[in-house]
């Protein structure tokens, strides 16, 4: 008998052994095949046809003031000049518009993308008989408008009030209006695909949102939200405690232990004394 035949009818229960479990991992791969994690559409950071994350990226190149938002509208940071994109949100209770209409009024802009317009926001839409395709978009460009082409998906069109500002229009009414809000604004538009991966380079779409997103020179900061995709920046529990109270407490710990440090007689190694090791040891 040679070595390996005699190797092999030596460990004949290990090979059998390791045999039995490779066939059933095998088994299980291919009867229960992991799936990839499902991002959510219109996600900044997502890179499926459905994400945003050329745009995003786009901006990044353009050394645009980029920042994610993974908070409650309720804690937008106070301050003026700032801007907040929320593309096609997953349904924020009104509350959450409450809040964020506030934020608005206070001097920032809010660049709103949803093709369901009309939940919290306050803008009115009606529905038309435009089919899905390729259609003319007019857009107002100062006291000039242009022309240009873009794919139209959704029947809705916005339905303009008093102080309002047309931005795009097709043959079937207004895509995109610019709201006066207090101090700031609202730029509302229903086409949120335009962002997409898919289709942001298409026909003329990018062109007709770019100048919202880029923004003046006044603006410090454009937010992008998440939160209302499901992706929310967890806190540490002192985030539930004032600024000031976390400070003093820590100043407390700070002067509790420089005055044990003070009142202790000794700090270092405790040793047996000679005596009782003679005695008892």
């Known amino acids: 008998m040679t070595p390996i035949k005699q190797w092999l009818h030596g460990n004949k229960h290990v090979i ?4 039995s479990v490779m066939l059933f991992i095998g088994l299980g791969l291919i009867i229960v095949k992991p799936q990839p994690g499902q991002i959510a559409p219109y996600v900044s950071f997502s890179a499926d046809v459905n994400g ?7 901006l990044e190149e353009k050394q645009a003031p980029l920042k994610t938002w993974k908070r409650s509208w309720g804690e937008l940071p106070a301050g003026k000049g700032q801007a907040l994109l929320v593309v096609e949100p997953d349904a924020p209770p009104d509350n959450e518009w409450a809040k964020l209409l506030e934020w608005v009024e206070r001097g920032n802009e809010l660049l709103l993308f949803s093709r369901n317009l009309g939940a919290g926001e306050g803008f009115q839409t009606e529905r038309s008989d435009a089919l899905s395709g390729t259609a003319t978009v007019t857009r107002q460009e100062g006291k000039e408008t242009a022309e240009r082409m873009a794919e139209v998906r959704i029947k809705q069109r916005i339905i303009p009030e008093d102080g309002d500002t047309e931005l795009l229009r097709d043959s079937s009414g207004v895509l995109a209006v610019r709201r006066p809000y207090g101090e700031g604004a609202i730029i509302a538009a229903v086409t949120p695909e335009w962002l997409t991966n898919e ?4 026909h003329d779409h990018f062109e007709l949102v770019w100048p919202w997103l880029v923004g003046d020179r006044s603006r410090t900061v454009l937010w992008v939200d998440e939160y209302h995709h499901g992706y929310i920046d967890t806190r540490g529990f002192l985030a ?4 000031w109270l976390v400070a003093a407490c820590a100043g407390l710990a700070v002067s509790l232990l420089l005055w044990l440090w003070q009142r202790g007689k000794r700090f270092g190694p405790v040793y047996t004394p000679r005596a009782w090791t003679v005695r008892r040891g």
């Open 240 to 243: 539930v405690y004032p600024a």
């Open 199 to 202: 289709n942001v380079l298409q």
């Open 16 to 19: 059998g052994l390791a045999v």
């Open 52 to 58: 945003t994350k050329g745009v995003i990226v786009l």
